[in-house]
């Protein structure tokens, strides 16, 4: 299954019981094409698609959208939030500290949550957030590691 080519955002929202609407559908369009993007930055997709959309209207979408699993909310510590359509499977991110880009990486162990913690003290756990930091292809070829100007989250 490709996740991009399968998303039929229409199919999808009537499935989750949110209304068909056109900034829903052009939200859910910009993180098929541009996963990872920050709410700014599928405001600036959605302006390109439908013209005059407030910034709080995708918000508004992209709250409804995580809220019916349709988009998952990731939070890389010192960045913006990000979100993609990638959601409800195990897969886990890499951050690159020089960039900030993020990737997808399938979690090795299966089923989620993949991680168990020693002592659920009551909780019901649903989901284990794994975010791994490194330096990305492209940066480390730029600067030598270790170099000021290649470490930006430190």
């Known amino acids: 299954m490709n996740p991009a080519t399968d998303f039929d955002p229409p199919a999808r929202l009537r499935a989750a019981g949110l209304r068909v609407t056109a900034p829903r559908v052009a939200v859910l369009n910009a993180l098929i094409d541009h996963p990872h993007s920050t ?11 439908l013209g005059s959309v407030s910034t709080q209207a ?7 959208c995580v809220s019916a699993g349709l988009v998952r909310r990731i939070e890389p510590a010192g960045s913006s939030a990000r979100y ?9 991110h890499l951050v690159c500290r020089v960039c900030s880009r993020v990737s997808d ?13 020693a002592d659920v ?20 070829t730029a600067a ?5 100007a290649t470490v930006g989250n430190d």
Request: aromatic share 6%; proline share 6%.
């Open 58 to 64: 995708v918000y508004d979408v992209l709250r409804a």
């Open 84 to 92: 993609e359509t990638r959601a409800g499977d195990n897969h886990h």
């Open 39 to 49: 709410a700014d930055e599928v405001a600036q997709r959605v302006r390109e698609a």
């Open 105 to 117: 990486v399938d979690c090795v162990v299966g089923a989620a949550p993949c991680l168990e913690p």
């Open 121 to 140: 003290m009551g909780y019901q756990i649903d989901e284990a957030e794994v975010v791994f930091w490194g330096i990305c292809p492209d940066c480390s």
């Open 144 to 148: 030598p590691v270790g170099d000021d």
